[in-house]
T-cell receptor
Framework: EAQVTQNPRYLITVTGKKLTVTCSQN?????MSWYRQDPGLGLRQIYY???????DKGDVPEGYKVSRKEKRNFPLILESPSPNQTSLYFC?????????????FGPGTRLTVT | LAKTTQPISMDSYEGQEVNITCSHN???????ITWYQQFPSQGPRFIIQ???TKVTNEVASLFIPADRKSSTLSLPRVSLSDTAVYYC????????????FGTGTQLKVEL
């Protein structure tokens, strides 16, 4: 089944404890991205990647890191999480990078930082 | 990047047609307009996409006037299961691959 998977689905952590949220797609998509969703603010893009080893900042990249060493994986790293990063996170992928291709979203990761 | 503006919320009843309008005044020549639907605790999913005039699929229709400064998603005969948040996205073809979703429209359908 073609899908985007994220792990973990739920995570509660403490301020400053490094964490990684994994994202994987099995559709051989070039484009992958991370979003955060907060009440009243909609979906905001954190980082995106147009292909392996190519990443760029979205609208809200502060406090996050990403890497794209393999085409199928795009982990989101929070080196020192803070309470303002408590949010619902979505990973997405699309076939092509240079067009408004249909985005396929993962199921989401709900992160709470205390 | 074209900024989008949508109503925050809309209410409707089962069986009615719902039209959600998105404003994108600074849309660029190469931009496409895409709509997504999101149910609670799920990721958004693609509904429909268009460049100009009218596009129709089995789920919805998308109307885009000649100046392309707005677009209207039309959902025919909504049901309770259409209760969701609807996002309008204006995306650039070619370079510039940052995607900016708006705040979305919460549609509530009642009996």
């Amino acid at each position: 089944e073609a899908q985007v998977t994220q792990n973990p689905r739920y995570l509660i952590t403490v301020t400053g404890k490094k964490l990684t949220v994994t994202c994987s797609q099995n559709m051989n998509h070039e484009y992958m991205s991370w979003y955060r969703q907060d009440p009243g603010l909609g979906l905001r893009q954190i980082y995106y990647s147009m292909n392996v080893e190519v990443t760029d900042k979205g609208d809200v990249p502060e406090g996050y890191k990403v890497s794209r060493k393999e085409k199928r994986n795009f982990p989101l790293i929070l080196e020192s999480p803070s309470p303002n990063q408590t949010s619902l996170y979505f990973c997405a992928s699309s076939l092509l990078a240079g067009a408004p291709d249909e985005q396929y979203f993962g199921p989401g990761t709900r992160l709470t930082v205390t | 990047l074209a900024k989008t503006t949508q109503p925050i919320s809309m209410d409707s009843y089962e069986g009615q047609e719902v039209n959600i309008t998105c404003s994108h005044n600074n849309i660029a020549t190469n931009d496409y307009i895409t709509w997504y639907q999101q149910f609670p605790s799920q990721g958004p999913r693609f509904i429909i996409q268009g460049y100009k005039t009218k596009v129709t699929n089995e789920v919805a229709s998308l109307f885009i006037p000649a100046d392309r400064k707005s677009s209207t998603l039309s959902l025919p005969r909504v049901s309770l299961s259409d209760t969701a948040v609807y996002y309008c996205l204006v995306a650039v073809t070619g370079g510039g691959n940052k995607l900016t979703f708006g705040t979305g429209t919460q549609l509530k359908v009642e009996l």
